[in-house]
């Protein structure tokens, strides 16, 4: 019995509507979940640290004595982190730095006639608070993905939230990576409880000031939290499970695809992982390589779980453009290209969060130490959305300088595009700098 579903799309329609409708997709609905931690949000927004302090020994079983962990526990962590571990996240950090670094945004100024200018700026937003989820792993590389663009965008202000072990402290991986990277605000706290507080911060007992801007990903909850709040707070997405779409065709190993559609399997249950190929003979070396190296996995189960799930699938396409349109309505987070010629392809994959080439461009290598982000877009949302990075801290002010003569030379435009639509006072606002009522002469 095959692990994945296979779907025929040969004599399928290409059209966007079609093919948006027909994809395998997780079903994923927050409205339960938006309404369970409505109460709790208000209750974090009224009574602040004695709230968040009540639901971490509800849902994480952690008497907590201090929310904020101390400075000597950052530094504890890190002196204590095996070497190994330390040289991976100093060699992926300097590597996201670099991209990082590259997309800095600079001032523009454009210059109309009469010496008018309209400059475009980019300032750092002034606080960012970084959400790094524990549950089924530890996740450090969280903590450099998010950490290292709001550095790089000049924020002067970051604090790390990250749910409680039993000893009280976030894991102590994170608490280094976070202490690698000179972050000296790190709280211990989880959950949607973690997410109003950055929002609302508090100041009974430990003072948390607010945030404007929350990244990171997390549970079904966290998600509903920042939904929530983001009419208070900017965040970075709502974000779905992890997912992989891949296109290859006859000249693809077998044993790589399906060792990196495992490997964004073991994420999650609902993590979603799709193989598009025009080859059948491929189809079935990936179903026989998945019944050898599934077994293996130590997250077996979870990885059969996500492996046979309805988001799942291995779908077979006419031809190679045919793959290319399906992978554009999906819009995944992570494209992987494994083709005879990838770099002829990818110019024509319009909607992808991050897209690897060829057969050792893995998804597991942007996870860690590619430079690139792996906070990216799901659910299809990479046909309007972006990875998160520099820009995604940046907030952008236009400033206008209008001398008179610059003014003079557009009076009359404003005047008659505001009396079609019936604001007089706008123009009559530009009118009378120049000593008249109607019209500028």
């Known amino acids: 019995m095959n692990l994945m579903n296979r779907l025929d799309f040969r004599t399928t329609p290409l059209d966007r509507r079609t093919l948006r409708s027909s994809v395998p997709r997780v ?11 409505g109460p709790l949000i208000t209750d974090v927004r009224e009574r602040g640290r004695t709230a968040v302090l009540e639901y971490t ?9 201090s929310v904020r962990v101390p400075a000597e526990a950052l530094g504890r962590s890190l002196a204590e982190l095996d070497p190994n571990i330390r040289a991976s996240l100093e060699e992926s950090i300097a590597r996201a730095r670099r991209v990082a670094a590259a997309d800095r945004r600079e001032p523009s100024t454009t210059e109309f006639d009469g010496d008018g ?27 450099v993905m998010n950490v290292v663009p709001a550095q790089e965008a000049g924020v002067p202000s970051l604090a790390i939230a990250s749910p409680p072990q039993s000893d009280g402290l976030p894991h102590p991986t994170v608490l280094a990576a976070a202490a690698l990277l000179g972050v000296e605000e790190v709280w211990a706290m989880g959950g949607a409880q973690a997410i109003a507080a950055l929002a609302y911060g508090f100041d009974d007992g430990e003072d948390l000031e607010p945030v404007d801007l929350i990244t990171g990903p997390g549970n079904a909850y966290v998600a509903a939290a920042k939904a929530t709040v983001r009419s208070v707070v900017g965040i970075d997405s709502v974000a779905g499970p992890t997912e992989i779409i891949i296109l290859a065709d006859d000249t693809a190993d077998p044993g790589f695809v ?16 799709v193989l598009v190929t025009d080859s059948e003979q491929l189809a079935t070396a990936v179903e026989s390589q998945l019944a050898v190296q599934v077994p293996a996995a130590e997250h077996a189960e979870r990885i059969t779980e996500a492996l046979s799930g309805q988001q799942s699938g291995i779908i077979l396409v006419a031809d190679l453009d045919a793959g290319v349109a399906v992978l554009n309505a999906y819009a995944g987070e992570h494209v992987e290209l494994l083709v005879r010629n990838p770099e002829a ?4 994959v319009t909607s992808g969060g991050s897209i690897f080439l060829g057969s050792h461009s893995p998804v597991a290598l942007g ?21 998160l990075g520099v820009q995604s801290f940046l907030k952008g002010s236009q400033i206008i300088d209008y001398p ?5 030379k557009v009076a009359d435009h404003i005047i008659s595009l505001a009396n079609e639509e019936a604001l007089p006072a706008h ?14 002469r």
Not at 345 to 348: G, N, P, S
Not at 404 to 408: G, V
């Open 367 to 387: 996870d860690y130490c590619s430079g690139s982000n792996h906070v990216l877009p799901t659910m299809g949302t990479a046909s309007h959305a972006s990875a």
């Open 57 to 65: 020994r509800r849902f994480d079983q952690v008497e907590l004595e």
């Open 117 to 143: 200018t309209v400059t475009t700026r980019w300032l750092p937003v002034d606080r960012v608070g970084l959400y790094v989820p524990g549950g089924l792993a530890v996740y450090p590389s969280t903590v």
């Open 27 to 37: 079903s994923v609905d927050i409205s339960d979940a938006v309404a369970a931690v």
């Open 427 to 440: 123009g009559a606002a530009v009118a009378m700098r120049f000593g008249t009522e109607e019209g500028v």
């Open 345 to 348: 392809v990818v110019d024509r």
């Open 404 to 408: 008179p003569e610059a003014l003079h």
């Open 258 to 273: 399906a060792a990196d559609l495992i490997s964004q399997a073991e994420h999650d249950p609902l993590a979603a992982a």
